[in-house]
T-cell receptor, first 114, second 112 residues
Framework: DTAVSQTPKYLVTQMGNDKSIKCEQN?????MYWYKQDSKKFLKIMFS???????INETVPNRFSPKSPDKAHLNLHINSLELGDSAVYFC?????????????FGQGTRLTVV | SQQGEEDPQALSIQEGENATMNCSYK?????LQWYRQNSGRGLVHLIL?????REKHSGRLRVTLDTSKKSSSLLITASRAADTASYFC????????????FGAGTRLFVKA
Protein backbone atom coordinates (compact mmCIF):
# COMPACT_ATOMS: atom_id res chain seq x y z
CA ASP A 1 0.00 0.00 0.00
CA THR A 2 1.26 3.44 -0.92
CA ALA A 3 1.61 5.59 2.18
CA VAL A 4 1.25 8.97 0.48
CA SER A 5 -0.27 8.96 -2.95
CA GLN A 6 -0.83 11.86 -5.28
CA THR A 7 -2.62 12.04 -8.57
CA PRO A 8 -1.99 12.67 -11.32
CA LYS A 9 1.69 11.87 -11.70
CA TYR A 10 1.97 14.00 -14.82
CA LEU A 11 -0.14 16.99 -15.78
CA VAL A 12 0.27 19.01 -18.96
CA THR A 13 -2.06 21.93 -19.39
CA GLN A 14 -2.39 25.27 -21.09
CA MET A 15 -1.89 28.66 -19.52
CA GLY A 16 -5.01 30.05 -17.96
CA ASN A 17 -6.52 26.69 -17.09
CA ASP A 18 -7.56 25.58 -13.61
CA LYS A 19 -6.28 22.25 -12.34
CA SER A 20 -6.24 20.18 -9.18
CA ILE A 21 -3.77 17.74 -7.69
CA LYS A 22 -5.03 15.25 -5.15
CA CYS A 23 -3.17 13.80 -2.21
CA GLU A 24 -4.12 11.08 0.22
CA GLN A 25 -2.21 9.49 3.06
CA ASN A 26 -3.10 6.26 4.81
CA UNK A 27 -0.63 6.63 7.66
CA UNK A 28 -3.04 8.21 10.11
CA UNK A 29 -0.90 11.34 10.22
CA UNK A 30 -2.44 14.59 11.32
CA UNK A 31 -0.20 16.96 9.37
CA MET A 32 0.08 17.27 5.61
CA TYR A 33 2.17 19.51 3.38
CA TRP A 34 2.57 20.70 -0.16
CA TYR A 35 6.04 21.40 -1.50
CA LYS A 36 7.13 22.79 -4.84
CA GLN A 37 10.39 21.65 -6.43
CA ASP A 38 11.62 23.89 -9.22
CA SER A 39 13.96 23.10 -12.08
CA LYS A 40 16.98 23.82 -9.87
CA LYS A 41 15.72 21.19 -7.41
CA PHE A 42 14.97 23.68 -4.64
CA LEU A 43 12.22 22.30 -2.44
CA LYS A 44 10.00 25.01 -1.01
CA ILE A 45 7.18 24.51 1.40
CA MET A 46 3.90 25.96 0.22
CA PHE A 47 1.30 24.91 2.75
CA SER A 48 0.95 22.90 5.89
CA UNK A 49 -2.30 21.62 7.35
CA UNK A 50 -2.77 20.12 10.78
CA UNK A 51 -6.05 18.30 11.37
CA UNK A 52 -7.66 20.07 8.42
CA UNK A 53 -6.55 23.49 9.59
CA UNK A 54 -4.14 25.67 7.66
CA UNK A 55 -1.06 26.42 9.76
CA ILE A 56 1.54 27.47 7.21
CA ASN A 57 1.02 29.50 4.06
CA GLU A 58 4.32 30.49 2.56
CA THR A 59 3.79 33.55 0.41
CA VAL A 60 2.06 31.54 -2.24
CA PRO A 61 -0.10 33.37 -4.81
CA ASN A 62 -3.76 33.12 -3.95
CA ARG A 63 -4.25 31.29 -7.25
CA PHE A 64 -3.15 28.29 -5.19
CA SER A 65 -5.81 27.07 -2.83
CA PRO A 66 -5.34 23.97 -0.70
CA LYS A 67 -8.36 22.09 0.51
CA SER A 68 -8.42 19.49 3.23
CA PRO A 69 -11.77 17.68 3.42
CA ASP A 70 -10.41 15.44 6.16
CA LYS A 71 -7.04 14.88 7.74
CA ALA A 72 -6.16 12.11 5.29
CA HIS A 73 -6.53 14.34 2.25
CA LEU A 74 -4.94 17.58 1.15
CA ASN A 75 -5.75 18.66 -2.39
CA LEU A 76 -4.16 21.54 -4.25
CA HIS A 77 -6.21 23.59 -6.65
CA ILE A 78 -4.50 26.04 -8.97
CA ASN A 79 -6.40 28.72 -10.85
CA SER A 80 -5.28 30.59 -13.96
CA LEU A 81 -2.14 28.55 -14.44
CA GLU A 82 1.00 30.41 -15.51
CA LEU A 83 4.18 29.19 -17.19
CA GLY A 84 6.09 29.73 -13.95
CA ASP A 85 3.89 27.23 -12.17
CA SER A 86 5.65 24.45 -14.07
CA ALA A 87 7.41 22.34 -11.43
CA VAL A 88 7.13 19.11 -9.52
CA TYR A 89 4.68 19.32 -6.62
CA PHE A 90 5.13 16.99 -3.68
CA CYS A 91 2.65 16.13 -1.02
CA UNK A 92 3.95 14.93 2.33
CA UNK A 93 2.64 13.98 5.74
CA UNK A 94 4.02 13.58 9.22
CA UNK A 95 2.79 12.20 12.50
CA UNK A 96 2.41 15.51 14.19
CA UNK A 97 3.15 19.11 13.55
CA UNK A 98 6.05 18.98 15.90
CA UNK A 99 9.69 18.19 16.21
CA UNK A 100 11.51 14.95 15.80
CA UNK A 101 9.20 13.40 13.27
CA UNK A 102 10.05 12.45 9.74
CA UNK A 103 7.97 13.37 6.74
CA UNK A 104 6.71 10.85 4.21
CA PHE A 105 6.51 12.03 0.63
CA GLY A 106 4.39 11.18 -2.32
CA GLN A 107 5.96 10.47 -5.69
CA GLY A 108 5.33 13.95 -7.00
CA THR A 109 3.18 15.50 -9.71
CA ARG A 110 5.10 16.97 -12.62
CA LEU A 111 3.09 19.95 -13.82
CA THR A 112 3.93 21.43 -17.19
CA VAL A 113 2.17 24.58 -18.26
CA VAL A 114 2.39 25.33 -21.98
CA SER B 1 16.21 32.69 1.33
CA GLN B 2 16.84 29.01 1.96
CA GLN B 3 17.24 27.93 5.56
CA GLY B 4 19.50 25.05 4.64
CA GLU B 5 22.19 24.80 2.02
CA GLU B 6 24.04 21.67 1.01
CA ASP B 7 27.61 21.54 -0.15
CA PRO B 8 28.87 20.42 -2.60
CA GLN B 9 26.13 20.82 -5.16
CA ALA B 10 27.39 17.74 -6.99
CA LEU B 11 29.74 14.91 -6.10
CA SER B 12 31.09 12.11 -8.27
CA ILE B 13 32.97 9.19 -6.71
CA GLN B 14 33.94 5.59 -7.40
CA GLU B 15 32.09 2.70 -5.87
CA GLY B 16 33.65 1.78 -2.55
CA GLU B 17 34.74 5.31 -1.72
CA ASN B 18 33.20 7.41 1.03
CA ALA B 19 30.96 10.35 0.22
CA THR B 20 30.67 13.37 2.50
CA MET B 21 28.04 16.05 2.13
CA ASN B 22 27.63 19.13 4.26
CA CYS B 23 24.68 21.22 5.24
CA SER B 24 24.60 24.68 6.77
CA TYR B 25 21.58 26.40 8.20
CA LYS B 26 20.74 29.82 9.56
CA UNK B 27 18.47 29.74 12.59
CA UNK B 28 18.20 27.64 15.72
CA UNK B 29 16.67 24.25 15.05
CA UNK B 30 14.83 21.48 16.84
CA UNK B 31 16.30 18.79 14.63
CA LEU B 32 18.00 18.21 11.33
CA GLN B 33 17.03 15.50 8.89
CA TRP B 34 18.61 14.02 5.81
CA TYR B 35 16.57 12.75 2.90
CA ARG B 36 17.40 11.01 -0.35
CA GLN B 37 15.68 11.59 -3.67
CA ASN B 38 16.13 9.20 -6.53
CA SER B 39 15.59 10.68 -9.97
CA GLY B 40 11.92 11.30 -10.64
CA ARG B 41 10.84 10.09 -7.22
CA GLY B 42 9.74 11.51 -3.91
CA LEU B 43 12.03 12.04 -0.95
CA VAL B 44 12.82 9.23 1.44
CA HIS B 45 13.81 9.93 5.01
CA LEU B 46 17.28 8.65 5.97
CA ILE B 47 18.12 9.90 9.42
CA LEU B 48 17.12 12.50 12.00
CA UNK B 49 19.46 14.07 14.50
CA UNK B 50 18.15 16.16 17.36
CA UNK B 51 19.64 19.48 18.34
CA UNK B 52 21.09 17.99 21.54
CA UNK B 53 22.83 15.17 19.68
CA ARG B 54 26.24 15.41 18.05
CA GLU B 55 26.51 12.21 16.06
CA LYS B 56 24.24 9.48 14.83
CA HIS B 57 24.74 6.29 12.85
CA SER B 58 22.45 4.21 10.70
CA GLY B 59 24.03 1.39 8.72
CA ARG B 60 26.54 2.98 6.34
CA LEU B 61 25.34 6.47 7.21
CA ARG B 62 26.95 8.73 9.76
CA VAL B 63 25.54 12.15 10.55
CA THR B 64 27.17 14.81 12.67
CA LEU B 65 25.67 18.02 13.95
CA ASP B 66 27.53 21.10 15.18
CA THR B 67 24.98 23.58 16.46
CA SER B 68 27.66 26.16 17.27
CA LYS B 69 28.59 26.26 13.59
CA LYS B 70 25.05 25.60 12.42
CA SER B 71 26.24 22.78 10.24
CA SER B 72 25.80 19.07 9.69
CA SER B 73 27.53 16.46 7.61
CA LEU B 74 26.34 13.20 6.08
CA LEU B 75 28.93 10.51 5.47
CA ILE B 76 28.10 7.51 3.34
CA THR B 77 30.76 4.83 3.73
CA ALA B 78 31.67 2.21 1.13
CA SER B 79 29.37 3.79 -1.43
CA ARG B 80 27.48 1.74 -3.98
CA ALA B 81 26.10 2.58 -7.40
CA ALA B 82 22.62 2.37 -5.83
CA ASP B 83 23.53 5.34 -3.61
CA THR B 84 23.38 7.57 -6.68
CA ALA B 85 20.72 10.13 -5.83
CA SER B 86 20.21 13.66 -4.55
CA TYR B 87 20.59 14.18 -0.84
CA PHE B 88 18.78 16.93 1.02
CA CYS B 89 19.09 18.23 4.52
CA UNK B 90 16.03 19.63 6.20
CA UNK B 91 15.69 21.58 9.39
CA UNK B 92 12.69 21.80 11.69
CA UNK B 93 12.22 25.00 13.59
CA UNK B 94 9.31 26.71 15.24
CA UNK B 95 8.01 29.87 13.63
CA UNK B 96 4.48 29.75 14.99
CA UNK B 97 4.03 26.49 13.20
CA UNK B 98 6.76 23.92 12.86
CA UNK B 99 7.95 23.67 9.34
CA UNK B 100 10.55 21.64 7.58
CA UNK B 101 12.79 23.60 5.28
CA PHE B 102 14.95 21.91 2.68
CA GLY B 103 18.09 22.96 0.92
CA ALA B 104 18.76 22.47 -2.79
CA GLY B 105 20.46 19.13 -2.31
CA THR B 106 23.73 17.47 -3.22
CA ARG B 107 23.66 15.31 -6.32
CA LEU B 108 25.77 12.23 -5.71
CA PHE B 109 26.90 10.04 -8.57
CA VAL B 110 28.60 6.77 -7.70
CA LYS B 111 30.42 5.16 -10.60
CA ALA B 112 30.51 1.38 -10.74
Amino acid sequence: DTAVSQTPKYLVTQMGNDKSIKCEQNLGHDTMYWYKQDSKKFLKIMFSYNNKELIINETVPNRFSPKSPDKAHLNLHINSLELGDSAVYFCASSQMQSMNTEAFFGQGTRLTVV
Amino acid sequence: SQQGEEDPQALSIQEGENATMNCSYKTSINNLQWYRQNSGRGLVHLILIRSNEREKHSGRLRVTLDTSKKSSSLLITASRAADTASYFCATDFNTGGFKTIFGAGTRLFVKA
